[in-house]
């Protein structure tokens, strides 16, 4: 079975410095994709970035960033220059290339102060 | 282009009702799914389905269903419904090919009284 945890709950970081948000996963499959999704209060759920298993450079967006480190089965999201528009729900996701399910850890609550 | 839309986005029926949840997705795109997301038990995964097949199926009671048109717009049905079915649920489309990125819908906030 595939799972994926996310084990922080919540997290806080101050507007302008940068904040790692942790994941990590299990999963059978060789061929995978791993997901970071926002959901900010209106609840619209938003792609943020996008790492095929197979690629081992990690995937960059302009502020946000990952770490896959695919032996550790591990997937964490930095933002960078963070602002008060990243407050929101992140969830970490994986899917398998033989299936379009995605399996979506609990979330994180990232509140951006001012 | 347009985003995925989903109709309605509020909702309140009553134990024992059924209810059907409308879905349009990104055009060009042919395959839709649906999640569930409650605070209880977080994103869970409906069904997705694909040229108006059934290509995956989560762990929900056969009173979840769906169907998608030839047009790719898909519809989900909930029938006998249940307090606990009381939920945003969640719409997304993507391209054929799995492992391709899914947009979703703003939801349909389900309330169950």
């Known amino acids: 079975a595939q799972t994926v945890t996310q084990s922080q709950p919540e997290m806080s970081v101050q507007e302008a410095e940068t904040v790692t948000l942790s994941c990590t996963y299990d999963?059978?499959?060789?061929?995978?994709?791993l997901f970071w999704y926002k959901q900010p209060p209106s609840r619209q759920m938003i792609l943020v970035i996008r790492?095929?298993?197979?690629?081992?450079q990690n995937a960059t967006e302009n502020r946000f960033s990952v770490n896959f480190q695919k032996a550790a089965k591990s997937f964490s999201l930095k933002i960078s220059d963070s602002q008060l528009g990243d407050t929101a729900m992140y969830f970490c996701a994986l899917s398998s290339s033989n299936t379009g399910k995605l399996i979506f850890g609990q979330g994180t609550t990232l509140q951006v102060k001012p | 282009k347009a985003g995925v839309t989903q109709t309605p986005r509020y909702l309140i029926k009553t134990r024992g009702q059924q209810v059907t949840l409308s879905c349009s997705p990104i055009s060009g795109h042919r395959s839709v799914s649906w999640y569930q997301q409650t605070p209880g038990q977080g994103l869970q995964f409906l069904f997705e389905?694909?040229?108006?097949?059934?290509?995956n199926k989560g762990n929900f009671p056969g009173r979840f269903s769906g169907r998608q048109f030839s047009n790719s717009r898909s519809e989900m049905n909930v029938s006998t419904l249940e307090l606990g079915d009381s939920a945003l649920y969640l719409c997304a489309s993507s391209p054929p090919l799995t492992g391709e990125t899914q947009y979703f819908g703003p939801g349909t906030r389900l309330l169950v009284l």
């Open positions: 389905y694909f040229s108006e097949t059934q290509r």
């Open positions: 790492q095929e298993a197979y690629k081992q």
């Open positions: 999963t059978s499959e060789n061929n995978y994709y």
